[in-house]
């Protein structure tokens, strides 16, 4: 039996197609026959990650995969090279909506989990990783019972777990988001990688990463918490300074635009279980007047609040129930930055015998188009295992090292020099 995707589902389904990844870091060898067993146990709780996309006319399905054709775990040394190009390994079309590897090195193992947004959001993309890692221990200590059939009812959407919305509540919302758009344009980063000739045209995808150390990160809560500007505004802050920075003279009069992604899974009734592989997570845009040198506490207090008051309207939700409304004007769509902030999180549990040590997240695209000459900015902040982790995913045929090396140092400069004003942390 097959399932229609949603209106907000349509969204991740096109030419250009997204994958959330996930990639841990294992100490002490990760056994392939272990891991194969315990990703066979995953795809059994979830039907959505046994099932490709079809297409019916001018519909879309969810449809079933054979058992023949289910994603098997690949096994491929670890190298120099061998993250990149998982980076790069986009998820067959027609075919499965998941995969899994595990690249084997001599000290340290690292299994790659990539998941298509048509049935995931960054949420549930951790809980699948979660999942995968207690299975593999418990199937070592010989716990593990498999379910007599694989789940077979499909996840609910999460457009039919939203409040009801009239046609006035939905013109309304689209009317104040065209007020808000009214001024200077939007800035957006020049593709100068693009512009240059300077970007590859193979293995384009990859990420700059900003990672502090955990006494780096202590110290930067510490500060936050005595400045009282939340973590998370704070780095948007000092995101869009970098940003400013990095902008050509003519977008001087410019604005700053931010897409933040919001997770809606504990804002309908029932709350959603953060384990169903749906896409669950809706936006809020954000424009905002950033001077080439502004104070970072009072801006990340000021994006903060306008995020979290916005969440609190329902505005969210808003944007995925007007959203056929919402598309008819460009003007509301562009943006200096998109954001998926992930926040503070626990990291998987390690199984008996191994120490999962680094865990990272960020999304990939199977295209960039560099002919528009300019674009966004992609970030995904993050803390787990202590540390504040940036993953600046990126595609070389856009943006060049240089400038995503500038924002990493901006950002990281504005993250040390708050820590650095602050008194040191009690311990």
Not at 203 to 220: I, K, N, Y
Not at 222 to 230: E, F, I, M, N
Not at 248 to 273: K, N, T, Y
Request: some cysteine; charged content about 25%.
């Amino acid at each position: 039996m097959r399932r229609e995707l949603s209106r907000s589902e349509l969204m991740y389904v096109g030419e250009i197609r997204t994958q959330a990844l996930t990639i841990c870091t294992v100490r002490g060898g990760v056994d392939p026959e272990l891991l194969e067993r315990a990703w066979g146990a995953a795809l059994a709780e979830q039907p959505s990650l046994r099932s490709r996309l079809t297409r019916d006319g001018g519909r879309w399905f969810l449809t079933p995969l054979a058992p023949g054709e289910l994603p098997r775990l690949l096994v491929r040394p670890d190298g120099p090279d061998a993250r990149h190009r998982e980076y790069n390994t986009p998820l067959p079309i027609g075919g499965p909506l998941a995969r899994a590897v595990l690249l084997t090195g001599a000290d340290e193992d690292t299994v790659v989990l990539g998941v298509d947004h048509a049935v995931c959001d960054g949420r549930s993309a951790t809980g699948l990783c979660y999942r995968l890692w207690r299975h593999y221990a418990d199937i070592a200590a010989g716990a593990y019972e498999p379910p007599a059939v694989p789940r077979q009812d499909w996840p609910v959407p999460i457009d039919d777990l939203l409040p009801p919305r009239t046609d006035e509540e939905l013109d309304a919302h689209v009317r104040r988001r065209l007020d808000q758009a009214q001024g200077a344009p939007v800035a957006l980063l020049p593709f100068l990688a693009a512009r240059d000739g300077v970007g590859s045209r193979e293995g384009a995808m990859t990420s700059c990463r900003l990672w502090l150390t955990r006494d780096e990160t202590a110290r930067v809560l510490a500060a936050v918490k005595g400045a009282g500007v939340p973590l998370n505004g704070f780095v948007a802050a000092a995101l869009f300074a970098a940003l400013r920075a990095q902008l050509p003279r003519e977008q001087d009069g410019h604005r700053l635009a931010c897409f933040d992604a919001v997770d809606l899974r504990d804002r309908v009734v029932p709350p959603m279980s953060h384990e169903e592989m749906v896409p669950a997570a809706s936006w809020h845009r954000t424009l905002v007047d950033v001077p080439p040198a502004p104070d970072l506490v009072r801006l990340g207090v000021e994006l903060s609040a306008g995020l979290r008051a916005a969440v609190e309207r329902g505005e969210p939700a808003l944007e995925l129930q007007a959203l056929d409304r919402l598309l008819t004007h460009p003007s509301l769509w562009a943006s200096s930055l998109m954001l998926s902030n992930v926040g503070r999180i626990t990291g998987p549990p390690s199984p008996p015998g191994t120490e999962i040590v680094d865990l990272r997240k960020f999304a990939v695209s199977s295209k960039w188009n560099p002919e528009f000459g300019q674009g966004p900015v992609l970030a995904s902040p993050m803390t787990v295992y202590g540390r504040l982790s940036i993953e600046l995913p990126y595609s070389t045929q856009c943006f060049t090292v240089g400038q995503m090396t500038a924002i990493h140092d901006a950002v990281r400069a504005a993250l040390v020099d708050l820590a650095d004003r602050a008194p040191a942390p009690a311990r």
